[in-house]
């Protein structure tokens, strides 16, 4: 095989994964706009705060303790102890229902019936409000996600697909992420997951009722209420899943909340209401930033990966403003 | 008050029973519009309760009171005997009543099975961790509903669609999906919102049918709203009828059909 056909494997192969990475931020997004009807603007910064909170519990770090240092001049920054990662992980995820909880309460149940745009900027307000409260409880340091996710290239898949080469010396095997490939499956597992949930379970059938009519759900006894509560629940566990990977891939920083951005041309691609859409839409651009710099990117001057996720998306609302799974919208005269 | 324990007797040889659901003078405002003004009547286990009126008359409104989507500024409803508090529709619903919408309210995205199971909703008790962890009874209490859902489906003669998706249903076979949804939940009221409206006669005929036998073999009770007069004399047990927000009369077809005020609304005689 010519070595620039194995490279060029080598690319979708990665192009794949960080298509995953992708697509685990826009499935948050499409779950809470599925339900509510609300484009979810701080989905990105929930993430970011998960992955702080995460990395908080485990190192024991104290909740606020700039601003209490600052209030009574105390010098106060640990518990002095380590939570293990996997308890960490069950109490961050009690503090994303807890926020679900407040946001629904607080925010969502007096905004029942407004149009879009207003519950958009609610959630911008929101994704400001909890950057803000993450930085205060935390502190605005770079964190290292240490939860024993593996790092580094994969020794075994670049020795088991040396072989490809057919002795060609220019090339080593493929190199793949070992964070890449956990993340890979973490999410496989993930979607499946959450398809069995929405499928088969109580919650899950009521969950779709309410996404397809509230008055009809209302009907058959469902509370929107408690159903808006589970679906931030769900984004919030989405979200948390999204920081530890990008936390452990690039560290936890503000930065992190920018993700966000990176999930939009994926939702217009996939459509805004599409699980398989958010999931297939990942891929594509994961697979096509990455050939398309590989390709065409030394010819443009590289750094196409910047900007060739949005203007795919641009191409899309021109041809097919719905995504490819989204509802086809039919108005009728 | 009116004895909870009697009832009667109908020309067809049924025994209808105590009064299930009373409203007792509901009046209803939306800003200064009054569209149901003191209005009192009853609903007895096991009949047919028409309410009819022409355009406007409130009928729709008052079906909305008794499910919950309107909260009357004054008058009572008792269920069962018992005042019901200030409900949600979704805990009404939860009590036992079921409804369906003058213009159908059903999940377009799901199959007309799925749109039937969500009927089931709550009649599931098993939790959502429950359901993860302990298969065996969350499958048990699937099949268990699943069979409940096939016999109305069967019941419905909706066989044939029942793996459509309901976007693709025509008008008159949405409305039957929408009845056995509302009828999945074996609701101890069945609140029916212009069940024939804009049938043909072939499917009116159907739904007439559907209704009759579903109070036969059910016992389904069954309040409705209807504008055609022929069809609500036939099918129903006792009559109230709605003019401009207030009660112009009520009691059996018969009743209704001579009294004066009613033929006055129907004809349009001039208010003066």
């Known amino acids: 095989m010519p070595t620039d056909l194995l490279y060029g494997a080598e690319v979708v192969l990665n192009g794949l994964m960080a298509g995953v990475l992708y697509a685990l931020v826009a499935l948050g997004f499409v779950l809470i706009y599925k339900a509510s009807g609300i484009f979810n603007y701080a989905q990105g910064v929930m993430a970011l705060f998960a992955a702080l909170t995460l990395v908080g519990i485990m190192e024991g770090q104290i909740p606020f303790s700039h601003l209490i240092n600052a209030m009574f001049g105390s010098e106060i920054h640990h518990f002095g102890w380590h939570v293990p990662a996997f308890f960490a992980i069950l109490l961050t995820m009690v503090v994303m229902v807890g926020f679900a909880i407040l946001v629904q309460r607080f925010i969502f149940r007096h905004l029942v019936g407004q149009e879009p745009i207003i519950l958009f900027m609610a959630t911008i307000g929101l994704a400001y409000f909890l950057e803000g409260v993450g930085d205060l409880m935390w502190g605005s340091e770079i964190k290292k996600m240490a939860v024993g996710l593996p790092q580094g290239g994969s020794l075994w898949v670049e020795e088991n697909t040396q072989w490809l080469g057919f002795g060609n010396e220019d090339f080593y095997g493929f190199f793949l992420d070992k964070l890449d490939m956990v993340a890979t499956v973490i999410a496989v597992i993930l979607v499946l997951a959450l398809v069995a949930f929405s499928q088969y379970t109580k919650q899950g059938r009521a969950m779709r009722a309410v996404a397809d009519d509230h008055q009809a759900a209302l009907s058959v006894g469902v509370s929107l209420n408690y159903i808006w509560i589970l679906v931030w629940s769900v984004a919030g566990f989405v979200a948390l899943v999204a920081g530890i990977m990008w936390g452990a891939k690039s560290g936890v920083q503000f930065s992190l909340s920018l993700i966000a951005l990176k999930a939009l041309p994926v939702l217009m691609l996939g459509g805004f209401t599409s699980i398989p859409g958010a999931i297939v839409g990942g891929l594509i651009i994961g697979v096509g930033e990455k050939l398309f710099e590989f390709t065409l990117g030394p010819a443009l001057g590289g750094a196409t990966e910047n900007w060739f996720a949005y203007v795919l998306a641009l191409i899309f609302l021109v041809f097919r403003p719905q995504g490819l799974f989204g509802e086809k919208i039919i108005e009728r005269v | ?272």
């Not at chain 2, 989507?69 to 019901?84: A, D, N, S, T």
């Not at chain 2, 079921?98 to 969500?118: H, K, P, W, Y």
């Not at chain 2, 129903?236 to 009828?241: E, H, I, L, Y």
Request: net charge negative; charged share 25%.
């Open chain 2, 1 to 272: 008050m009116l004895d909870q324990a009697d009832g009667y007797l109908t020309a067809d040889g049924r025994q209808i029973g105590p009064v299930v659901m009373e409203m007792q003078n509901i009046t209803l405002r939306f800003g200064g519009v009054e569209a149901i003004k003191d209005i009192s009547f009853d609903i007895r286990e096991g009949e047919v309760r028409a309410i009819i009126g022409p355009n406007g008359a409130g009928k729709s409104s008052m079906l909305n009171v008794i499910s919950g989507f309107y909260v009357p500024q004054e008058g009572q409803v008792l269920y069962k005997g018992v005042p019901r508090p200030q409900m949600r529709p979704y805990q009404v619903a939860r009590q036992g009543i079921a409804r369906t919408f003058q213009n159908i309210a059903l999940f377009e995205g799901m199959s007309v099975l799925d749109n039937v199971m969500t009927g089931r909703l709550t009649h599931m008790k098993t939790g959502m961790f429950a359901q993860a962890f302990w298969k065996g009874r969350a499958e048990k209490e699937e099949t268990e509903n699943r069979e409940v859902a096939e016999k109305i489906i069967d019941f419905l003669e909706i066989q044939a669609i029942r793996k459509t998706p309901v976007s693709r249903l025509p008008y008159g076979l949405k409305k039957r999906v929408e009845l056995a949804r509302a009828l999945a939940a074996e609701p101890e009221l069945l609140l029916l919102d212009e069940p024939m409206a804009g049938m043909n006669v072939e499917e009116k005929e159907d739904m007439s049918r559907f209704i009759l036998s579903m109070n036969d073999e059910f016992g389904t009770t069954i309040a409705l709203i209807e504008h055609d007069m022929g069809v609500v004399m036939d099918l129903s047990d006792r009559v109230v009828v709605m003019d401009y927000g207030k009660k112009i009369g009520d009691g059996t077809p018969d009743e209704v059909r001579n009294n004066q005020a009613v033929i006055d609304a129907y004809l349009g005689v001039s208010h003066d």
